[in-house]
């Protein structure tokens, strides 16, 4: 915002509040009121308002306090920010954000729950982004907002009380981190794990226990998921000839199944194994504590693929 005086940021409790999880701390007093906005709680008017100032050659951040309601805004996101930079045969550029938690937090239900990831990214136009750690959100945070086209930012409530390790590198006003590029977080021979957001860090987790019993596992952080990084994927997949992807979301039509599809159309000969899809369950999240764990992918489920995918000569079901 410092850099830009384009950028602003606009929705619920951003301003004064300083935003329902205090990601906006500080910047009303910094920037003023013309540039932090407060909305009513009418995410159709704001998200509208906010492509239409992107129209007009501003930077809008939108946030939702949490991405289930961009449900009532999805008109906008879908019709009016993603598709005009094509309609209009490149005249009209959108450069918004729209950014918040995403996925399961803890105890909120169904209508709080959801993952966005697979029905963003199944959308032409929109460029989608899921942050694991600090490095990845300032970096993909800055990148988002400096692209000329829209572009859905994912967050994970969960990951906002988490602390990471920080390089200088990243800490420098002029870092940035490429949109369409995933990172290695781990090297590994003989597995290959995708995640993004929350699950990066149960994948790790995964892999220490892994380690310890022989497996050396290769954990790929998605950053993006629209463009997504077909190529780091199949190049580890080429290279351990294995493949389990992990998701928060729903299993059908899922990122996973797009990852798993990828990898079959253009490294199936390099298998050595059936690819394995971590998903959440395929209901609406339960409220109730144990329900809820057993309806999201705990490190265990990752631990328990990864072997599969090593051991097994055949698929579970030909042997029963």
């Not at 906010?50 to 961009?70: D, H």
């Not at 988002?144 to 409530?157: G, H, K, T």
């Not at 395929?282 to 631990?303: G, K, S, T």
Request: with cysteine; hydrophobic share 40%.
């Amino acid at each position: 915002m410092s850099a830009d005086p384009k950028v602003f940021l606009m929705g619920e409790e951003v301003g004064e509040y300083q935003g329902a999880y205090k990601i906006s701390k500080g910047l009303l007093e910094k920037y003023g009121p013309e540039r932090v906005l407060d909305t009513p709680i009418t995410e159709a008017g704001f998200s509208g308002i906010g492509v239409g100032a992107a129209y007009y050659g501003l930077r809008p951040v939108v946030e939702f306090m949490t991405f289930n309601f961009s449900m009532q805004a999805i008109d906008h996101i879908i019709n009016s920010a993603a598709k005009s930079n094509y309609m209009s045969a490149g005249q009209i550029s959108v450069p918004i954000v729209f950014r918040g938690p995403n996925g399961a937090a803890a105890g909120v239900g169904a209508q709080h729950s959801q993952c966005y990831a697979s029905w963003y990214a199944s959308c032409p136009g929109l460029k989608v982004l899921s942050p694991y750690s600090s490095e990845d959100a300032r970096g993909l945070l800055k990148a988002a907002i400096r692209d000329p086209d829209p572009v859905v930012f994912l967050e994970n409530e969960l990951l906002y009380g988490e602390s990471f390790p920080v390089s200088a590198e990243v800490l420098d006003s002029s870092f940035c981190l490429p949109i369409g590029k995933a990172k290695i977080e781990r090297e590994g021979k003989d597995v290959t794990i995708t995640a993004f957001s929350k699950m990066v860090g149960y994948a790790l987790k995964a892999a220490d226990t892994l380690a310890k019993e022989g497996i050396s596992a290769e954990v790929i952080n998605l950053r993006s998921i629209r463009p997504l990084d077909r190529s780091t994927i199949n190049a580890s997949v080429r290279k351990t000839n294995r493949l389990v992807t992990v998701e928060e979301g729903f299993p059908q039509h899922g990122v996973g199944a797009e990852i798993c599809t990828s990898v079959i159309e253009e490294s199936f000969g390099y298998l050595d194994a059936p690819v394995e899809r971590i998903a959440g369950a395929d209901v609406p999240m339960p409220y109730a504590a144990n329900l809820e764990r057993m309806a999201v992918p705990q490190v265990e489920d990752i631990i328990r693929a990864a072997k599969r995918a090593c051991h097994r000569s055949v698929p579970v079901a030909a042997a029963a």
